[in-house]
């Protein structure tokens, strides 16, 4: 009963997001911002913690501009979010785009299956929507379902609209077993490892961080190159994806290598633009102290 009443003011709350015009989109993700980050104070210590440890050189002053920065990208993540699964596959494209499709060339001739890695920057959620559509390559990803059966059906569905490809993160092997080719797997991998005795220890943002070893492993195992999107903010609610080559021969180097140079590339991002990663993450929950792996 719960989880049907659940759906459906859902359902609403996306209803009510399609009926608004760009400027009141924005007005209501004002206010989100507002009561995340001058009432709530939503995660406000994570934030400011994580930021004054990845850039120990900015001021108090700098490092609260920041959060207020993120407070308001957070916002409107949310509303062109819950705005976007109303929209066509057309209109999606008209706020998201890539760009440098160019170096895909080469591996769509060989008919290569690739691994396509990005972060938590921009707006992954349609970037990763729309891979199969503007990309014209078949794109997969894997995803963690929701606990709703009802909603999990209803997203499902939105998530897949444009040709996407979705599995639990558990399938993920058989799902590459049966990749196209050519192919795009797309992972995001700059989260907590699930796993962290399989994580590979990284030296990011000041400290040793863990970092996920699928995109490593399937690279190498699969002999996949990796291709890094960079998703930017032109302008409040349009964004764009540049492509380029991470890794050509993953064979050449050892799972450790590939992993820092992801983790030397998603840095140098975020030195650059801090402001609109997912910084309310509690992305350092381990660390490494005597070389044993501890949560904190």
Same mark, same amino acid.
Request: hydrophobic letters at 40%; one cysteine or more; charged letters at 25%.
């Given at each position: 009963?719960?989880?049907?009443?659940?759906?459906?003011?859902?359902?609403?709350?996306?209803?009510?997001?399609?009926?608004?015009?760009?400027?009141?989109?924005?007005?209501?993700?004002?206010?989100?911002?507002?009561?995340?980050?001058?009432?709530?104070?939503?995660?406000?210590?994570?934030?400011?913690?994580?930021?004054?440890?990845?850039? +120990?050189?900015?001021?108090?002053?700098?490092?609260?501009?920041?959060?207020?920065?993120?407070?308001?990208?957070?916002?409107?993540?949310?509303?062109?979010?819950?705005?976007?699964?109303?929209?066509?596959?057309?209109?999606?494209?008209?706020?998201?785009?890539?760009?440098?499709?160019?170096?895909?060339? +080469?591996?769509?001739?060989?008919?290569?299956?690739?691994?396509?890695?990005?972060?938590?920057?921009?707006?992954?959620?349609?970037?990763?929507?729309?891979?199969?559509?503007?990309?014209?390559?078949?794109?997969?990803?894997?995803?963690?379902?929701?606990?709703?059966?009802?909603?999990?059906?209803?997203?499902?569905?939105?998530?897949?609209?444009?040709?996407?490809?979705?599995?639990?993160?558990?399938?993920?092997?058989?799902?590459?077993?049966?990749?196209?080719?050519?192919?795009?797997?797309?992972?995001?991998?700059?989260?907590?490892?699930?796993?962290?005795?399989?994580?590979?220890?990284?030296?990011?943002?000041?400290?040793?961080?863990?970092?996920?070893?699928?995109?490593?492993?399937?690279?190498?195992?699969?002999?996949?190159?990796?291709?890094?999107?960079?998703?930017?903010?032109?302008?409040?609610?349009?964004?764009?994806?540049?492509?380029?080559?991470?890794?050509?021969?993953?064979?050449?180097?050892?799972?450790?290598?590939?992993?820092?140079?992801?983790?030397?590339?998603?840095?140098?991002?975020?030195?650059?633009?801090?402001?609109?990663?997912?910084?309310?993450?509690?992305?350092?929950?381990?660390?490494?102290?005597?070389?044993?792996?501890?949560?904190?």
């Amino acid at each position: 009963m719960l989880k049907s009443l659940l759906y459906y003011v859902f359902k609403v709350i996306i209803w009510f997001s399609s009926k608004l015009s760009d400027k009141n989109l924005y007005r209501c993700s004002n206010i989100i911002k507002v009561v995340l980050y001058n009432l709530l104070g939503y995660r406000k210590q994570v934030v400011i913690k994580n930021l004054r440890m990845s850039f +120990p050189v900015k001021s108090a002053a700098e490092i609260a501009l920041l959060a207020e920065k993120y407070y308001q990208h957070l916002s409107d993540l949310i509303m062109e979010t819950l705005a976007s699964y109303s929209w066509s596959r057309e209109k999606l494209a008209t706020h998201f785009k890539f760009t440098n499709l160019g170096v895909l060339q +080469p591996y769509l001739e060989q008919k290569k299956r690739m691994v396509g890695v990005s972060a938590h920057f921009g707006n992954f959620e349609i970037g990763a929507i729309l891979i199969p559509s503007q990309l014209k390559v078949p794109g997969y990803a894997i995803y963690r379902p929701l606990a709703n059966p009802k909603l999990e059906q209803w997203m499902y569905k939105k998530r897949t609209r444009s040709g996407l490809t979705i599995v639990p993160s558990k399938e993920l092997r058989p799902m590459i077993e049966k990749m196209s080719s050519p192919g795009i797997l797309f992972l995001l991998a700059d989260q907590n490892p699930s796993i962290i005795q399989k994580a590979y220890w990284v030296n990011f943002l000041n400290r040793d961080t863990a970092f996920v070893h699928g995109p490593a492993n399937v690279a190498k195992e699969h002999n996949m190159p990796i291709l890094f999107f960079d998703s930017k903010r032109v302008k409040r609610g349009y964004y764009e994806s540049e492509i380029s080559v991470l890794v050509d021969d993953p064979t050449k180097y050892t799972h450790q290598q590939i992993t820092e140079m992801f983790a030397k590339k998603l840095e140098h991002i975020l030195q650059e633009r801090p402001d609109d990663w997912l910084w309310s993450h509690k992305r350092w929950k381990w660390a490494k102290i005597n070389e044993e792996i501890v949560r904190i």
